[in-house]
């Protein structure tokens, strides 16, 4: 059973920053593309960044100089740090695993607003 958990996300002020974590089970993580979407009321769930099995990084232009993808293949784990964070950037942020397959976490909130 493959599973994505993600954790790390709740209120921040603008300009302010948060770490998302997502660990993944039932896939080699180390051999998969990972990443991180968003979904904000009302809108369609859009990509954020991605990180391949070699470290290769992909951002939006949205995400681009504030935002940083990592992982960890030893805890399989990919993490999104967000740093001067905006209002625009509230949404629900799901992990994101491809392999032969496309899986999904259920999804953690970041709000941001004074």
């Known amino acids: ?10 209120l921040v ?7 998302l ?3 993944a089970s039932g896939i080699i993580f180390r051999m998969v593309v990972m990443g991180w979407y968003r979904q904000a009321p009302g809108k369609q ?5 991605t990180i391949t099995s070699a470290g290769i990084t992909n951002y939006a232009d949205s ?7 990592s ?4 805890k ?6 967000m740093n001067s964070l905006k209002p625009d950037d509230t949404a629900v942020y799901y992990c994101h695993a491809r392999t032969m397959y496309n899986y999904w976490g259920q999804g953690t909130q970041v709000t941001v607003s004074s």
């Not at 995400?63 to 993808?69: M, V, Y």
């Open 71 to 74: 992982r960890d293949n030893a």
């Open 63 to 69: 995400a681009k100089g504030r935002f940083t993808i």
């Open 1 to 10: 059973q493959v599973q994505l958990v993600e954790s790390g996300g709740g």
């Open 21 to 23: 974590s997502c660990v």
């Open 13 to 19: 002020q603008p300009g302010g920053s948060l770490r």
């Open 76 to 81: 399989n784990t990919v993490y999104l740090q």
């Open 45 to 49: 769930r859009e990509l954020v960044a």
